[in-house]
């Protein structure tokens, strides 16, 4: 059983950054793909981020692709989104989790899921 735990969330202006951490405990960490999704108030979860288990590949939504970036530390058992030139529609709750999917994409399954962190931007 993984447990996922996000931390840096919170209210920053458009145009602003933030970097998510998800920390990961009671698993093999480096054996999962991680994934960062989000959740806007009314709206279906969507789609974020995802890195391979070693680090090396990642796939990106292209709402967020040239603005954020998924990266991974698997010494930490830690995973992090480094969000950049944060728009409103950025708003919402967002949520890590590990996949044990033989491959890497945006539709892979999840095994595992955060309680999520909530991210505001305003205008």
């Known amino acids: 059983q993984v447990q996922l735990v996000e931390s840096g969330g919170g209210l920053v202006q458009a145009g602003g950054s933030l970097r998510l951490s998800c920390a990961a405990s009671?698993?093999?960490?480096?054996?999962?793909?991680m994934g960062w999704f989000r959740q806007a108030p009314g709206k279906e979860r969507e789609f974020v981020a995802a890195?391979?288990?070693?680090?090396?590949?990642?796939v990106y939504a292209d709402s967020v692709k040239g603005r954020f970036t998924i990266s991974r530390e698997n010494a930490r058992n830690t995973v992090y989104l480094q969000m950049s030139t944060l728009k409103p529609e950025d708003t919402a709750v967002y949520y890590c989790?590990?996949?044990?999917?033989?491959?890497?994409?945006?539709?892979?399954?999840?095994?595992?899921w955060g309680q999520g962190t909530q991210v505001t931007v305003s205008s």
């Open positions: 890195v391979s288990r070693g680090g090396v590949r990642t």
């Open positions: 009671g698993g093999t960490f480096s054996r999962y793909h």
């Open positions: 989790a590990a996949s044990s999917s033989p491959w890497l994409g945006m539709t892979m399954e999840y095994d595992y």
